[in-house]
Every structure is written in structure tokens, then in C-alpha cells.
């Protein structure tokens, strides 16, 4: 099925250890999107690419490192984790380019648990 | 002030009941998303406008530029419609990155 999959959907890490995230869509996305999820906080911007080699900072991008070597995938790094990454992270895709301004429709991962003790 | 509220923040209904959703925005946009999210889930995009009115099966979403305002409709509202409902707006330009309305948590009982 076409969309948007990341993986690990759960993990547990211990301060200081590093770990990567993965996501992956096949369907000719141009732009993709990592996000944060908190209670109380809701969703907020992490980084954010809008096109293969290229990456931007979001809301709150400290503590997290992107790349996206391919236009298929866009990895999320924890290079040293804290318990305030303690969340559940999302990742999104959207825009095809070959259908113009009609299709800026969001497509969602189904999210990575992360734990940091 | 939010930029994207959401109201009510917490909706709880009987099952058959006609739920309504609304979004008010204050800054330019491109389109509005509506977004669902059930308890320990993923997000799912309900719908994509930029005008009029979108309906798929028992929900219906409207948006009314002027007014800056959208609303999400659920009719004969089941408890499998119990979930958090997102609005979210895209800018004009840029990098279509979500600005995102509270959420509303809606319950539907048996």
C-alpha cells in the first residue's frame, strides 16, 4: 500500500545513547516533515525537507539532526538522547509535483514511541 | 492568541447524534487539513480544502474563506468516531509546513 512508513514504532533509549529514525514514502513526495507530539503541547515541527538533499530547521529542531540523501526517505537523528525527547514522533510527506497546486494533501506515518530513561 | 482554535476543545455525544467541529484562523492560508487521530494512533488526513464543501461518507467539511472558518460534520456519529479531531492550515507560500488548531476530543457512547 502506498504511503508513508516509519520505523522503529517503538523504542527505548538511555540518556546519552544515539539512535536513528527512519521514514520512508513512495509516492513522489516532494516535501516531508519530522514532528514531535506532547500532551498538552500538541504537535510541533522538527525539521523539514522540501526536496532531496535539502533540509530546514522547524519549531524545535535542537537536539535533532536530518538527512535526505534520497527523495524517498528522511532520516531523524538523536545523537545524544535526553528524557525531554521522551515522545511520540511522526513523520509526513506531501506535494507531488506533477499535480500541481491540487495536491498539497498530507500524508501521515503511523509514529515512533520513544522513551528516554 | 492561536493562530487556528479550535472549539469545542472536548465534545462527548450519544451514538446517531449530528456532531459539528469548528476551526476559526487568523492568518493567510493555502488550504485547511482536517485531521483524525484515535487514542495511542497515527494521524489520518480527512480532508484537503481550500473552498467549498468535501464530503466523504458521513463526514463533510466546509470551509468559508471570508470568514476565515471551517467546520467538520459527522452524521449518525458511531462510537468508532471517537477520536481527536485536528484542524490544521497550510501558508500561501513555503513550504506548506502545518500550523496546527488544539485539537477536540470527541466521545461518542453507545
Known amino acids: 500500500n502506498a504511503g508513508v512508513t516509519q520505523t522503529p514504532k517503538f523504542r527505548v533509549l538511555k540518556t546519552g545513547q544515539s539512535m536513528t529514525l527512519l521514514c520512508a514514502q513512495d509516492m513522489n513526495h516532494e516535501y516531508m516533515y519530522w514532528y514531535r507530539q506532547d500532551p498538552g503541547m500538541g504537535l510541533r515541527l522538527i525539521h523539514y525537507?522540501?526536496?532531496?538533499?535539502?533540509?530546514a530547521k522547524g519549531e524545535v529542531p535542537d537536539g535533532y539532526n536530518v538527512s535526505r540523501l534520497k527523495k524517498q526517505n528522511f532520516l531523524l537523528g538523536l545523537e545524544s538522547a535526553a528524557p525531554s525527547q521522551t515522545s511520540v514522533y511522526f513523520c509526513?510527506?506531501?506535494?507531488?509535483?506533477?499535480?500541481?497546486?491540487?495536491?498539497?494533501?498530507?500524508?501521515f506515518g503511523s509514529g515512533t514511541r520513544l522513551t528516554v530513561v | 492568541k492561536n493562530e487556528v482554535e479550535q472549539s469545542p476543545q472536548n465534545l462527548t455525544a450519544q451514538e446517531g447524534e449530528f456532531i459539528t467541529i469548528n476551526c476559526s484562523y487568523s492568518?493567510?492560508?493555502?488550504?485547511l487539513h482536517w485531521l483524525q487521530q484515535h487514542p495511542g494512533g497515527g494521524i489520518v488526513s480527512l480532508f484537503m480544502?481550500?473552498?467549498g464543501k468535501k464530503k466523504h461518507g458521513r463526514l463533510i467539511a466546509t470551509i468559508n474563506i471570508q470568514e476565515k472558518h471551517s467546520s467538520l460534520h459527522i452524521t449518525a456519529s458511531h462510537p468508532r468516531d471517537s477520536a481527536v479531531y485536528i484542524c490544521?492550515?497550510?501558508?500561501?507560500?513555503?513550504?506548506?509546513?502545518?500550523?496546527f488548531g488544539q485539537g477536540t476530543r470527541l466521545t461518542i457512547n453507545p
Open positions: 525537507s522540501v526536496g532531496e538533499g535539502t533540509t
Open positions: 509526513a510527506s506531501s506535494y507531488h509535483r506533477d499535480r500541481g497546486l491540487a495536491n498539497y494533501g498530507y500524508t
Open positions: 490544521a492550515v497550510t501558508p500561501p507560500q513555503g513550504a506548506q509546513k502545518l500550523v
Open positions: 480544502l481550500s473552498s
Open positions: 492568518v493567510g492560508i493555502s488550504a
